[in-house]
């Protein structure tokens, strides 16, 4: 086993332990919901307007911490991140009343918009391009992890010790995490080896060329888009299942927890097939565009329980296999040295739809339109389609103009 290799582990290892943290991070609050009204005095739509104001700071900085990520630093700021989102719930350990739940709703969007620049860049820059592929689905598969222990382990502590036991948690298991990476400090990673889109890219202190500026824009709708259909599902597939097909309740949240799981072991295999072809816009649409027939299935045919717990996990299967691809596709739009600004850009599109997906499906389901929901998403993922394809066929005209 070469260094080479160690320092690439151990660098994948790093980056993925902290998206874990950031995705438990981002799941505290909402994991608790349920106790938290009679706790702090508040009613859910209180509640709904902290976890906005996470979602609309991390949107905010993002993209500007991006261009601080190429910088700084991505190591650096990681470990920056981890300490000030530790530091967010530590304060509600010490005062776990509404206003301070705001104000550390706040603190942990800044932390939040830190992860994404920092991990992609330190992977796009220390990992071979030969396994690129299935380093960023290991990464993405630690964040849905900490999406999946977040609630079980947060409700547990809370229901058996308290709500400031449950904070404390979420701000332990990021300090442990910052520990480990200020023991081991930053790995010292092989010279990257650009790919061959990434020849021509500029260096970190100049601009965006046109095409470039024009990839990023197409791209942060991608991402918005994204966001928009697998949010319909993870957020509100339940209530839509009860409300709108008479599904019972144990029925729909067995079928939710089939897509959550089932998409993070998509993102395994995704990373797989993202190692093994260069027409990543082409496996993106082929898996979005199965996976928006099946929603659209959910909704035409009377599946029994069974069958709709099948179809919903397969369905989710296949968005997670996109991930590797997306994250490759922005990979390849990034000029050399600027991956944190680029990955910060574009990542600002899953802020966005962060805020506006949870509006428009509470319109649907208020107005009685609950199969408007999962249409909404099949519709988001089709369009998500046609612009992997778009971004394929530029790349493909980019890498034949080179030639």
Same mark, same amino acid.
């Given at each position: 086993m070469t260094a080479g290799r160690i320092s690439q582990r151990g660098l994948l290892a790093q980056v993925s332990a902290a998206h874990l943290v950031s995705h438990f991070h981002i799941m505290t609050v909402p994991a608790l919901l349920p106790l938290l009204p009679?706790?702090?005095?508040?009613?859910?739509?209180? #509640?709904? *307007? +902290?976890?906005?104001?996470?979602?609309?700071?991390?949107?905010?900085?993002?993209? /500007?911490?991006?261009?601080?990520?190429?910088?700084l630093g991505a190591h650096r700021l990681l470990m920056a991140a981890l300490a000030l989102g530790s530091a967010s719930f530590a304060l509600l350990v010490l005062w776990p009343v509404f206003p301070v739940l705001v104000a550390a709703m706040a603190l942990a969007g800044v932390a939040n918009g830190v992860y994404h620049p920092s991990d992609y860049a330190l992977l796009s820059r220390g990992m071979s391009p030969d396994r690129m592929g299935r380093a960023f689905s290991v990464h993405? @598969?630690?964040?849905?992890?900490?999406? &999946? #222990?977040? /609630?079980?382990?947060?409700?547990?502590?809370?229901? +058996? %010790?308290? *709500?400031?036991? +449950? @904070? +404390?948690?979420s701000a332990g298991i990021g300090l442990a995490v910052l520990a480990v990476l200020v023991v081991r400090g930053a790995p010292v990673l092989p010279a990257p080896v650009p790919g061959p889109a990434r020849k021509t890219g500029a260096p970190p202190s100049a601009g965006f060329s046109r095409q470039a500026i024009r990839s990023i824009?197409?791209?942060?709708?991608?991402?918005?888009?994204?966001?928009?259909?697998?949010?319909?599902?993870?957020? %509100?597939?339940?209530?839509?299942?009860?409300?709108?097909f008479e599904v019972p309740l144990p029925t729909a949240n067995l079928a939710l927890t089939a897509f959550l799981f089932a998409s993070a072991f998509g993102v395994l295999a995704g990373g797989v097939l993202a190692d093994r072809t260069r027409r990543h816009g082409v496996v993106g649409a082929a898996v979005f565009g199965l996976a928006a027939v099946l929603i659209a299935a959910v909704v035409l045919l009377p599946l029994p329980g069974h069958a709709?717990?099948?179809?919903?996990?397969? &369905?989710?299967?296949?968005?997670?296999?996109?991930? /590797?691809?997306?994250?490759m596709l922005v990979r390849a739009a990034s000029p050399a040295g600027s991956e944190g600004r680029v990955f910060g850009i574009v990542s600002t599109g899953f802020s966005v739809g962060g805020v506006a997906g949870p509006v428009l499906y509470g319109y649907l389901l208020d107005g009685g339109m609950a199969a408007g929901v999962l249409w909404a998403s099949a519709g988001f993922m089709a369009l998500t389609c046609l612009i992997a394809l778009g971004q394929e066929a530029g790349m493909r005209r980019r890498r034949e103009g080179a030639g």
């Open positions: 009679a706790a702090m005095g508040v009613s859910f739509v209180d #509640l709904g *307007l +902290a976890i906005g104001v996470f979602s609309i700071v991390t949107a905010v900085v993002q993209a /500007p911490l991006g261009y601080v990520v190429d910088r993405t @598969f630690a964040g849905f992890l900490g999406n &999946a #222990l977040a /609630p079980l382990a947060l409700v547990w502590v809370a229901v +058996a %010790f308290g *709500l400031r036991p +449950a @904070f +404390a948690l824009m197409v791209l942060t709708l991608f991402f918005l888009l994204l966001a928009l259909s697998t949010g319909a599902i993870e957020r %509100f597939l339940v209530s839509a299942l009860v409300q709108g709709l717990i099948a179809t919903l996990g397969l &369905a989710g299967f296949l968005t997670g296999c996109i991930a /590797p691809s997306r994250d």
